[in-house]
């Protein structure tokens, strides 16, 4: 009885064991990278992205956020490498720059940077923000660009940004997403409203599964598997008809008659006798026609009523 109780208290732990750390396994390797639908201020959410400046590509039926700062590394990495994944799959990719505020007396932005987010949310120009995300940030001057320091109207739109994202951000703790950067907003095939903070790439495959996207652009079909003991088939080739049998030519001087339709060698009629030159015997007979070889045509039968041939 007392060896019961011990293998049976110890059976307990083990499966105590093996159940948490399948729970901790299927968390941190699977469950955290998955999206949250959104069940809480989604009208709200809908609401703040209507209303804000974003800029975008164009096309697309149904669309994606792409919600960040100049200088997340992760940001600029996820919409270069799955931008054009999403659009393939016919999704209107929309993209969300604001400034960061300043923290601890320090400034979180650049001049610069702060200049062509005014003029991104006033003008919403695609080119500019190519330009502008080609360019390393220590090279971006933003020139030609209106500075927004000293400037009240856009000092207010830079200032409009910030609290976007402050507002975005209080609804997705709210709806269970920490809101970290990149921030990916859309809604799936069905109309749920899904979030993701998708700084790890671990969690970009649940978008493209949701929105029907591709997971590579522009590659090649998988060639067909090989079955053994099955030789491949070859493609099958064009070839001519084959070349037809003609008779000989006949030799210099030789005149043959005509083929009349039934396969038949016409008969040329009387040939002209020759006449002999002088000094030379005329021959006694002139010499008989060769008869035309090959297939004769049919014989008319007369029946009855008609001619069958």
């Keep these: 009885m007392r060896r019961f109780l011990i293998w049976s208290g110890l059976a307990v732990v083990i499966g105590l064991v093996l159940a948490v750390g399948g729970y ?69 990719v929309r993209v969300l720059m604001f400034a960061r505020p300043d923290r601890e007396g320090l400034a979180q932005s650049t001049p610069a940077e702060r200049a062509t987010i005014a003029e991104l949310w006033l003008t919403r120009d695609w080119a500019l923000y190519q330009r502008w995300t080609a360019t390393p940030v220590r090279d971006w001057t933003a020139a030609g660009i209106p500075a927004s320091d000293g400037n009240l109207a856009r000092s207010a739109v830079v200032e409009a940004s910030r609290q976007f994202a402050d507002r975005l951000g209080a609804l997705m703790r709210d709806a269970g997403v920490k809101p970290t950067w990149p921030l990916i907003i859309w809604r799936d095939r069905e109309g749920f409203m899904k979030a993701c903070a998708c700084a790890d790439s671990r969690s970009w495959a649940f978008i493209r599964d949701d929105l029907n996207a ?39 001087g030789v005149q043959t008659a005509p083929a009349t339709p039934g396969g038949a060698t016409a008969d040329p009629g009387p040939r002209p006798t020759p006449r002999p030159t002088p000094g030379t015997s005329r ?19 007369q029946d009855e009523d008609s001619t069958f041939f």
């Design 24 to 92: 901790w396994a299927y968390d941190h390797f699977y469950a955290r990278f998955q999206p949250v639908t959104i069940a809480r201020g989604q009208g709200e959410i809908q609401r703040l992205l209507d209303e804000s400046s974003w800029v975008s590509a164009g096309g697309g039926g149904s669309q994606l956020y792409i919600i960040g700062y100049r200088d997340s590394a992760s940001t600029q990495t996820y919409e270069r490498q799955e931008a054009d994944k999403l659009r393939a799959g016919g999704v209107d």
């Design 214 to 252: 591709p997971d590579a652009v522009g590659t090649s079909p998988a060639p067909a598997p090989e079955v053994p003991g099955v030789l491949p088939v070859a493609p099958p080739t064009i070839q001519g008809l084959p070349y037809p049998n003609l008779p000989a030519a006949p030799p210099s």
């Design 283 to 301: 021959p006694s007979t002139p010499p008989a026609p060769v008869a035309p070889k090959g297939p004769q045509p049919p014989k008319p039968v």
